[in-house]
């Protein structure tokens, strides 16, 4: 019998049927041997071969019958000289059957009764075996080895790709080539590592389903836990990147395949963190969507509520920022990432977002031009419109504060002194005249010009001399102020009144001291003492100034008003004798 190590001794059951089959060969010489040998053997329940007469024909060939499991090829010879049998042995069905034949030669066909005898050391045996579905249930890397890689490289030369022994189960150089191939083909992350996308892909993966349908509608972070996690990490898988999940748990390695796809993605923020725009990278986004167009025409603080805090939330979110998601309320957690971006572009990283980080956000527009006024000084706790048109000027000049309201607060308070200061103004924070008249918003006269003329100062064509104010204006007929400027008198002379020139003088000095001279004397009023009182130069006593015109506006004059040199020249060409000066 052969069996799959090779040729064996034959049994002694065989021996005595080959012992039969020669004697059934001789019974073909003598007649009525053949019947008697053929009905003795009859119900032995051993597969038995007749043989027909004995001719002068060619040897005969014995096929295998249909319920046989073996095939036994009998050759006799047309001499009185026998030949030991030939068998050939094949296996039962559990492959395709094979059939052997003797050597090519003509033959005759025993019909489908005549059962097969086997016989001979010679018979070889014929076996073939189905290979049998393979799986792999983990990541695959060079220098692996087991089943597991002789699965994987059977696969890949099963795909056309030259693997150098499939069957030796060796992660070896030719797999990773053969590995990367699969993966550019499928648009997997090409690393050379067979992890479970590559596996899928080849049809063996058996480990945790990385298919499941899932979105993600809040941001993952490095230790969440739950379906958040699992749905992020498994996308990842389905890229490529290797790892050890899909679990329940964002761990380290989780967050750093986030950087990488982030990075490769080419996120701003670049800090496996997952937000918005990276889910919506990944295709899991199932948040508020993150493309609508906005824009901002005021500032964004903390508590700022409504369109201008969901439109900067999403401007920060497409960034990359992981904030949670873009809603209607500017929290701490969204300042903390405002204040990061602050710091990136070089702005003062106080979580306020004015007119500057709006812009460099590019969501930031211009407000309507302010058209409002204001007459009097705004300061903290202001209410009204004075305090809402001073905060809306500041904000459409870009600075951070809450509002434009009613109520003058301590944000605007900062924000006007953060003006004033870059105005070279006194940084009080309250908002007075200079400061309003700088604005634009200042209703009264110009400051920094000449005051108007104080009412109940007459008609006509006169000098009108405030006391209060050391300050002189020429008014013509029509009430043109023609002139006005600063002079030093006393306070409480001349009095109050009405009056005109008397006497005019190119040249003077000072009865009580003669040292004391000066020019352009245009005389209209007399002091409590009699006194000459009139408009002149600063006097020089031994031709130095007794005043210098820088201190002009100040009552330092012993009764005359005095004038810088220029003044006094005008002074003396316009106000000829008669013309009328009212004190106030």
């Not at 509608?217 to 996308?235: A, I, N, Y």
């Not at 001399?465 to 102020?481: F, K, L, P």
Request: aromatic share 6%; charged share 15%; with cysteine.
């Amino acid at each position: 019998m052969l069996g799959h190590g090779g040729a064996s001794d034959p049994p002694r059951r065989f021996r005595a049927r080959a012992a039969v089959g020669a004697l059934l060969v001789a019974a073909s010489l003598v007649p009525g041997v053949a019947a008697l040998a053929s009905a003795g053997d009859e119900g032995s329940g051993d597969p038995t071969t007749s043989a027909p007469p004995t001719t002068a024909e060619p040897a005969t060939t014995v096929e295998p019958a249909t319920t046989a499991t073996t095939s036994t090829t009998t050759t006799t010879a047309p001499t009185a000289t026998t030949s030991p049998p030939t068998t050939t042995t094949t296996p039962p069905p559990m492959t395709e059957p094979s059939s052997t034949t003797a050597a090519p030669s003509p033959s005759t066909t025993v019909p489908p009764d005549a059962a097969p005898t086997p016989s001979g050391p010679s018979a070889t045996p014929s076996v073939t075996s189905a290979a049998a579905p393979c799986s792999v249930a983990r990541t695959l890397r060079r220098h692996d080895t087991g089943r597991g890689v002789v699965c994987l490289e059977q696969t890949l030369a099963a795909r056309g790709h030259h693997i150098s022994a499939p069957a030796q189960g060796r992660y070896d150089d030719r797999t990773v080539a053969a590995v990367r191939e699969v993966q550019r083909r499928h648009r997997i992350l090409v690393t050379g590592v067979a992890g479970p996308a590559t596996l899928a892909e080849l049809g063996i993966w058996s480990g945790a389903p990385i298919n499941v349908q899932c979105s993600v509608g809040r941001v993952v972070l490095r230790g969440t836990v739950g379906v958040r996690s699992r749905c992020v990490e498994q996308r990842l898988i389905q890229l490529g990147y290797i790892l050890p999940g899909p679990d329940r748990l964002f761990n380290r390695a989780s967050a750093r395949a986030a950087q990488a796809f982030q990075r490769s993605r080419g996120i701003p923020i670049a800090n496996g963190a997952v937000g918005p725009l990276t889910l919506a990278r990944l295709r899991l986004w199932s948040g508020p969507p993150l493309n609508f167009a906005c824009t901002v025409s005021r500032p964004v603080l903390v508590g700022t509520r409504g369109a201008p805090a969901r439109c900067l939330a999403q401007r920060l979110i497409q960034l990359g920022y992981p904030l949670a998601a873009p809603n209607r309320i500017f929290d701490a957690s969204e300042v903390a990432f405002l204040q990061r971006y602050q710091s990136r572009i070089g702005a003062q990283a106080d979580g306020r977002a004015g007119k500057y980080v709006l812009t460099a956000l590019g969501i930031w527009k211009q407000p309507p031009q302010v058209a409002c006024q204001v007459g009097n000084p705004v300061r903290e706790g202001t209410i009204g419109s004075r305090s809402k048109c001073v905060e809306r000027k500041l904000v459409a000049l870009g600075y951070a504060l809450y509002g434009p309201n009613r109520r003058f607060d301590a944000t605007a308070v900062d924000a006007l002194r953060a003006y004033q200061a870059s105005k070279g103004l006194d940084a009080d924070g309250i908002a007075g005249p200079f400061t309003l008249f700088s604005l634009g918003l200042w209703s009264g006269h110009n400051p920094y010009g000449p005051p108007p003329v104080p009412a109940n100062s007459g008609t006509g064509r006169r000098i009108v001399y405030s006391r209060a104010m050391q300050r002189i204006w020429a008014i013509e007929a029509d009430g043109t102020v023609v002139k006005t400027h600063l002079v030093s008198g006393r306070l409480y002379e001349p009095y109050a009144g009405t009056y005109s020139v008397y006497s005019r003088s190119m040249y003077t000095y000072s009865v009580a001291d003669p040292n004391v001279k000066w020019r352009y004397m245009v005389r209209f009023a007399y002091g409590p003492d009699g006194g000459r009182i009139g408009f002149h130069e600063i006097p020089t006593r031994f031709g130095v100034p007794l005043q210098s015109e820088s201190q002009l506006g100040q009552p330092l004059s012993g009764g005359c008003v005095r004038q810088s040199t220029a003044d006094a020249i005008w002074t003396w060409n316009w106000a000829y004798l008669g013309t009328k000066v009212v004190v106030l």
